[in-house]
């Protein structure tokens, strides 16, 4: 998972947030009420926890830059208070669907006057080259992808919206990508051709044990949606990412251990497909449908434009921050993988080991959540000191909020929802875009001791490189297991069901640092993930998307991908949703 850092209370030298000074966990113990609640590092603050160590400013996921941007949003397209316009389930045909029923006509390249109506057709925006929005409705999360120029981008507020816009983009022979929170790591939510942009389908709205959220709800407004009422459901840590991309592909999130994938959770969807038709996929309505979004990936099979969600009970969640010293860290990594794959659901935990291009000492933190008392986890947490044969140099644990724990995990805290977005989608917005190179692993076996040394030399390894301004990057280890390893691999497109833990190797920069810096950091990441080779599965997570796999069929989808083909060919047999990874 990727994560953010907001500006704690306390800021190491970088400005970053550096970890509290916390009492010792038999302190914790001994602590009969909330502990008060210091400046809290978000889990990928271990990054930054290197960087200090390096004197280098390492970038987090979720944010480093200082030029801000948007992610599929224009000033005017604040997710808060938007509602959800797809409505729930009906399988009704768009009042845009008989002309997108019938799409295949081809009348040649759009002209001025094409553009001109269909944008009359649409009630969301169309933003056009040249125009005044346009500079920041085409940008991605990533900068990486500033110079990609789309012809347009169709913000689409209702189902009808979309299939007027698949049919135009279908008369024209214009490409299309759907684009929700933006955060494809290939960016492969933009296009040359029309942007379909869903966040105008924002919004949440709980009734009883489930929810219906529009497809362009943010991370941290389903969060805020749901938590108003009681009410979760498991998703990533990085706030602006947007729940189509992250439920299409899995959804790998802090309580996945006790509820399983976002997409484990969702018991149907409004889809409007290649041929314009709005409908259900759900267990009784288009089931191998509903099969393929539960994991086959978004950008596939048309354009979702709202979810309905099982959703659980949150009340107060422990969360934990560990670190030891470099010279400990093997064995905290074998103490870790014996440990947090098979701890009670209620656990969940993540390792991260960090490095600076240039830089000191590398860094080794363990992260997590418990569901469940203060003791518990402080059990749990025994067991792994045990494992590892000494306690951490900086331990701390808070019990806190369902939403605050959110907010942690994204960085934000101490801020608010509302601060927690980029300033183009939020006015109060002081979330940052940032700069990453990602690839993934998952591990059904525990690393032998090759393995872990392996591991180690590699991120050392990062210190040698010349890297960019604010250069570093690591590897970061979610345990799995729990009601996630429980889905058989069949069940639904997600086929990554028996492993131990799951890996991101990143690389982050200073959005805008000079080329080189960041090709030598991209070439240590490829190089530390070909060393993993002999201990890895050989699968790959799809929401980690990565252009430089070649057996990314095999890598993402297994023994399911024949069947996401077959779905593919019903749903969208002109390929109409097509990108280089694509079913
Ligand atoms: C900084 C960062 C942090 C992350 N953290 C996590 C994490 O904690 N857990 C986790 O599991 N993953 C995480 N991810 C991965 C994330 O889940 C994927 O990148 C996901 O695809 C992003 O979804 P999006 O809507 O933001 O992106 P987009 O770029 O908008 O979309 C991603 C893909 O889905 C398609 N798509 C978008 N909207 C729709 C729609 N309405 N219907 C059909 N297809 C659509 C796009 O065309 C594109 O192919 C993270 C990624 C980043 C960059």
Known sequence: MAHAAGEGEGSGPSGRPRP????????????????????????????RFAAAAGGATLLSSCTGSDAPGTAGGTPANSAAGATTTGGANGAVPSAGASAASNPATYSGPARPADWAAVARDLSGPLVRPGEGDYATAKL???????????????????????????????????????????????????????????????????SGGTAVIGAGTRLIDVYGGLAAHGRGV????????????????????????AYGLTSDNLLSLQIVTADGQVRTASPSRNPDLYWACRGGGGGNFGVVTSFTFRTHPVGEIILFFLSWPWSQASRVIAGWQSWAPHAPDALWSNLHLAAAPGGGTPSVEVGGTYLGSAGGAYAELEKLYA????????????????????????????WTVAECHLPTQNPAGRFMRASEYAKSDFFTRPLSSNGIGTLLSGVENLQLVSGAPGGGGGIAFDAMGGAVNRVAPGATAYVHRNALFQAQYTTGWTPGAASAGVANQRAWQRSFWRSMRPYASGQAYQNYIDPDLTNWRQAYYGANYARLKRVKGEYDPDRVFTFPQAI
Not at 21 to 47: V, Y
């Open 234 to 257: 498991p998703g990533g840590s990085c706030p602006t990412v947007g729940i189509a991309g992250l439920t299409l592909g899995g959804g790998v999130g802090v309580v996945s251990r």
């Open 387 to 414: 494992a590892v044969g000494s306690d951490p140099s900086s331990p701390y644990l808070e019990s806190t909020s369902w939403l605050h724990a959110m907010l942690v995990e994204a960085g934000c805290a101490p």
């Open 20 to 47: 509290p000074a916390i009492a010792e966990p038999r302190a914790f113990l001994r602590f009969a009420g909330r502990p008060r609640r210091p400046a809290i590092p978000e889990r990928r603050a271990f990054l």
């Open 140 to 206: 991605l999360f990533d900068p990486r992808f500033d110079s990609l120029h789309p012809a347009g981008i169709a913000y689409c507020a209702s189902p009808h919206d979309v299939a007027t816009s698949v049919a135009f983009a279908r008369r024209h022979g214009l490409p299309v990508a759907a684009r929700c929170g933006g955060h494809s790591y290939a960016g492969w939510s933009s296009t040359r051709g029309l942007i379909l942009d869903v966040t105008r389908m924002a919004g949440v709205s709980v």
